[in-house]
């Protein structure tokens, strides 16, 4: 996929999601552009809340954009979903954080640490409940909410959630997420694995150069990748997972769901991975405001059964 054709699933994803939210006649609340952190102009986040609710179960959601573009806004197409989860009944926080080339891993996930540890400090200012809070990403965002979830060194931090808050989480949602980062050639031997060598092996930018998204926001130590790489944090104890996947997704990701759900699972951590019929990368996540798809019903259900109690391996 070329930059130009990238750009044009981007804007043709956007007026899908730019329909407005799937419940009108919810009046939500909503409160913009809060400062989480004082680094940069970026560290900023939403909250979106039904009028008159107390006590309701939060979700933080976080951005797609492959680490180097995007916002919780986006012309309205991260903030249109956010709308649509907060209707269902949730307390939603969408947040921003710094992009690659600016930064490299780890801030990115660092940034979106330092957003849930404002959650859990300020129940007054957006009401929710912070013993039952979701965390839900698409793309890139998936990628960081679920490495934020199974990596135990960016909770205890300065700045962070605290160690004792991990509890709370009681849910975790990838919507066409990557889970393993390549490093180098490493591209490469994926693309070999899963039959799509010049699909995946890299995306062309202008001049026909290969552009790499993962070395732009990773690097090429392949420790440093792999330990960014959520599939290699699988482990007991983790809150359940839902894994959505678009049947038309960008090559690759739904071989990696399959090797992180099958890592959760070999650990006794609940998944749920589930293909979506005739959607792509980007309109899986426009199928979230229409309430009767299979998107919306899918995690819809997950985040409100994981806020009752935890869930069992399907």
Sequence with gaps: MNITCFGLVVLLGGLCLGQGPAHPKVVLQQNLDITYAKVSKRQKLDVFR??????????????????????????GVHRSVAKSIATKGFVVIATNYRLSPDVKHPAHVEDVAKALAWVFANPTIHGGDVTKVSLVGHSAGAHLVTLLATDSELWGKTDGPKASDRSSVCGVVGLCGVYRIPAGNQIKNLAEQIGLARQIAGITGPGGKTFNPFKIAFGEDEAICRNASPVNHAKKGLPPFLLLVAERDLPGLGFMAGEFEG?????????????????NHISLLAEINRPKSQTATELTSFLQEVSRHRISNP
Aim: proline letters at 9%; hydrophobic letters at 40%.
């Design 50 to 75: 039904p009028s008159g609710s107390d006590k309701l179960p939060i979700v933080l959601f976080v951005h797609g954009g492959a680490w180097f573009m995007g916002d919780k806004d986006f012309f």
């Design 263 to 279: 890592a959760l699972v070999k650990s006794g951590v609940p998944c749920r991975n589930r293909t979506i019929p005739s959607t």
